[in-house]
Structure formats: C-alpha cells, structure tokens
C-alpha cells in the first residue's frame, strides 16, 4: 500500500472486521486512491455511512466520520451538506442498507441533485446479519431467508439512480480494481448526485450459501459477467440480459441542490 494511502487510515482501529477474502478492503483502496489524487483535505472531507458490513468503513479512515443508523446516511449527510456545503461528503453504504430500508432517501436525493458521492458496495446480500436475501440479490440466488432461491428481482441500482435524477452515475467491481479511482473522481468531482456501483463479494455469505467455492471464483465471475460501456453498445439485450455494465453510464449537470437554496434563499 502506497504510503501517502496510509495518512487517510485511522490506524489504531485495526485491525479491521472485514473476513479474508472480502471484497470491501479493495473499494476502500480505490476511494483512497481517488481521494489522494483529487488532495482532497482531511478536515474538509466528511465520510457518512448507515449499518452493515460496508459501513464500517469510516471507522478506519481519519476523515470527519460519521457511523448512523440504518438506511439513513443519506439523511445524515443531507444535514451536514446544506448545515456546510464547502464540505465534500462522501457515503459509504450496502445493497441493502441503500436500496431497502435508505430506498427513499436514494431516490430523493438523486432527485435533489445535492452534492452528495454514495459508493454503494453491492455484494448481493446482507453480510453482517448472516446471509438474508437484499434487493440486490439475483432472482434464483440462495440466502438464509431464501433456502429455496430467491424468487424477486433484483434493481438495476445504476438506472434507478439516474431514472430518479442523479447526474453521475457508474459501476465498477472489486475484480476490476484499476477501472474504480478514475470512476469515485469523477464521481467526487461531479457537483450533483453521484453515485457509484461497486461490486464486491461477500465469501462467507452469498459465496458459502451459492456454492461458489473461493472469493477468487467470486471475484472471476465478477471478470466474466461484466462488459465494459463500449462492449455493451455493440450488444442486443439478449446478449446483455446477466452481464453487468461497468464504467462511465451517466454524466449529465443539472442545477445542484444546494446552490439553487442559497441562490432562492438570499434574494428573498
Ligand atoms: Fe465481507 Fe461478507 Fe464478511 Fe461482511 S460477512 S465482512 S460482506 S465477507
């Protein structure tokens, strides 16, 4: 690990409580790489999460840090972007944390286009309280409330992102580590909604209860499931119906949230 990496660690927090081979530890390397690369400041940069194995992230990184509760970072982060909008607020967040019980507060942000960066780490499952199905969970997956197979379908989070109004919007995945840094800058850098995908594995859970024998299996279905934008351009929807679109999806402005309050509220 880069040594200018290990300045943004909390380190007397270690070690930390994510399982060998879990996918989270390399999306919060991309973030860091983004975060060294744009130089953002410590003191200026604030990192919200909700409840799940995700969300301890902030616990490790030596930014203002906030740990809420579940499905509300959102909310949380709301407060601290309009109480200070010089600030640039970061939220780290499940699958199930962000598209179940904080589903609402994704799509009204997104729809606020407030200055926000939710990096959702969608592992297709609830890790820490052992394994139920989320609504990430592909239809036919096996969790412990779905010993039969899932039988819902899960959201494409990326297009309910932009259907609801974020201004940028992409995915990536722990096996595609590189591709990462680049799509969280830009995400930071985009002054609006911005969320990011990145797909990670959950070994324990989602691996141990879906037969899929080693994070390494996970982490190659991760390689053979997902076409880059451009691949996907040349694809018919039969062709992409199971394939994961990883990249730049959606990079609109629009007016942010914020500005448009300061600019209503101080000529009134
Ligand atoms: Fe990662 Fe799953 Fe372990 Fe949670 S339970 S830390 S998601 S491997």
């Not at 509760?69 to 640039?88: C, M, Q, S, V």
């Not at 379908?153 to 109004?165: T, V």
Request: aromatic residues 8%; glycine residues 10%.
């Amino acid at each position: 690990m880069a040594q200018n990496i290990l300045q943004y660690l909390r380190r007397s927090n270690f070690p930390h409580i994510w399982c060998p081979g879990c996918g989270h530890g390399i999306i919060l390397y991309a973030f860091l790489s983004a975060v060294e690369k744009l130089g953002l400041e410590k003191d200026k940069t604030v990192v919200v999460s909700g409840i799940g194995c995700s969300s301890r992230a902030p616990g490790y990184l030596d930014f203002n840090t906030l740990h809420t509760t579940h499905g509300r970072a959102i909310p949380f982060a709301t407060g601290i972007k309009i109480a200070n909008p010089e600030l640039t607020v970061v939220i780290f967040t499940g699958d199930g944390d962000a598209a179940a019980i904080g589903g609402n507060h994704l799509i009204h942000a997104a729809r606020r286009n407030i200055d926000l960066t939710v990096i959702i780490l969608n592992n297709s499952i609830y890790g820490m309280t052992s394994g139920q199905y989320s609504p990430q969970t592909p239809t036919g997956a096996f969790g412990t409330t779905a010993p039969y197979g899932n039988v819902e379908r899960p959201f494409d989070l990326c297009k309910l992102a932009e259907a609801a109004g974020a201004t940028y919007v992409a995915r990536g995945t722990a096996f595609h580590a590189r591709l990462l840094p680049p799509l969280i800058e830009k995400a930071i850098q985009n002054k609006g909604f911005s969320v990011v995908e990145a797909i990670s594995q959950c070994p324990v859970y989602y691996g141990r209860k879906n037969k899929i024998a080693s994070p390494i299996d996970m982490l190659k279905l991760q390689r053979d499931t997902a076409v880059s934008v451009k691949q996907a351009q040349t694809m018919n929807s039969e062709q992409l119906a199971g394939k994961l679109v990883i990249g730049e999806l959606y990079n609109s402005p629009a007016p942010e949230y914020t500005e448009e309050y300061q600019r209503v509220t101080s000529n009134g």
